[in-house]
């Protein structure tokens, strides 16, 4: 019989359990612990399920924690096609009920806040909660973001550069690690606080030409997944939307989503709230989602 992958990072002492399910001609890798109430946790870029390693286990004192490394992140598959959110959003929804929930709470961030969105959006009834931030939802804010942003401002350039036909992949194979460290160290408030341990880690997991182009794939995407997002209805579940120095972004793409939303400043935290303030995080995931 074939065997099952298996992961490349170092195991952290908790006892995480690791797993691939094939699900709707993808396989995807997922990452679990605890019991209780599921709580889907879906990563960012450039980042895998590793970004949350430290909040796993005061997660998991609550929740039945399940972080998926979706359609082309990680050890999941990278196939050529699929990356629209309406797509990714369907892996991840047959993977929720593979592992037989037909409700969960969903939390995302960066690409992985998109696809939360699209699940909430797509499968209401699926959705007990939603939080997702660093933006959130793919909204008109981004799509009207400058190309020459202000000085002061937050510099979105790779949503542009990762959608060039070929270049990103000619530029950064084997040396992923140039993007890994400048985007911790420009955008991360404390950029020690992902160390170099994680750095390699990132910097492997998107080494390749496949990772690379599967990247291109989420954001060659973006324009699609705008026009899919602005006729989807306002979200009627409880919604979420932490987020530290950038909040003011997210508020202002975020706010005419739901009926129910609010917004929680995460201090001390740029971009990468889950790595950089893990405690304060897991304190509103925790309070939000326990309702």
């Known amino acids: 019989m074939p065997t099952e992958p ?14 691939f399910a094939q699900v709707d001609g993808v396989r995807l890798r997922y990452v679990s612990s ?5 709580l889907l946790l879906l990563p960012g870029w450039p ?5 949350y390693r430290t909040m796993m286990p005061s997660l998991a004192r609550h929740f039945r924690v399940i972080v998926c490394e979706y359609r082309g992140m990680g050890e999941s598959e990278k196939p050529g096609s699929g990356y629209d959110k309406t797509t990714m959003a369907h892996d991840v929804h047959a993977l929720v009920r593979h592992l037989g929930y037909d409700r969960v709470n969903v939390a995302g961030e960066d690409v992985g806040s998109w696809i939360a969105y699209f699940f909430a959006a797509q499968y209401p009834e699926s959705t007990t909660g939603l939080a997702m931030w660093e933006p959130g939802a793919p909204t008109s804010e981004l799509g009207d973001f400058p190309a020459l ?23 950064l194979a084997g040396r992923y690690r140039t993007v890994i460290d400048w ?7 404390n950029p020690e606080a992902i160390d170099e341990q994680s750095r390699e880690i990132y910097a492997r997991a998107y080494d390749s030409v496949d990772a690379i182009r599967a990247v291109a794939g989420w954001y060659r995407t973006l324009r699609e997944d705008l026009r899919v997002a602005a006729d989807f209805p306002k979200l009627t579940m409880p919604v ?3 987020g530290g120095r950038y909040l003011a972004f997210s508020r202002a793409s975020n706010q005419r989503l739901a009926t129910d939303i ?12 889950s790595e950089e303030q893990p405690e304060l995080l897991n304190r509103e995931l ?3 989602f326990n309702g």
């Open 149 to 171: 942003p202000p000085s002061n401002g937050f510099n979105l350039w790779h949503l542009g550069f990762n959608q060039l036909d070929g270049l990103p992949e000619r530029l």
């Open 47 to 51: 980042r895998t399920w590793w970004q």
């Open 262 to 273: 609010r917004f929680v400043e995460i201090p001390g935290a740029g971009h990468y709230l």
């Open 240 to 242: 979420l939307v932490p």
């Open 183 to 189: 985007s911790a160290d420009q955008l991360a408030v």
């Open 286 to 288: 925790i309070n939000f």
């Open 6 to 19: 298996q992961p490349t990072e170092p195991q952290p002492t908790d006892p995480f359990e690791h797993g």
């Open 34 to 38: 605890g019991s209780g109430e599921p």
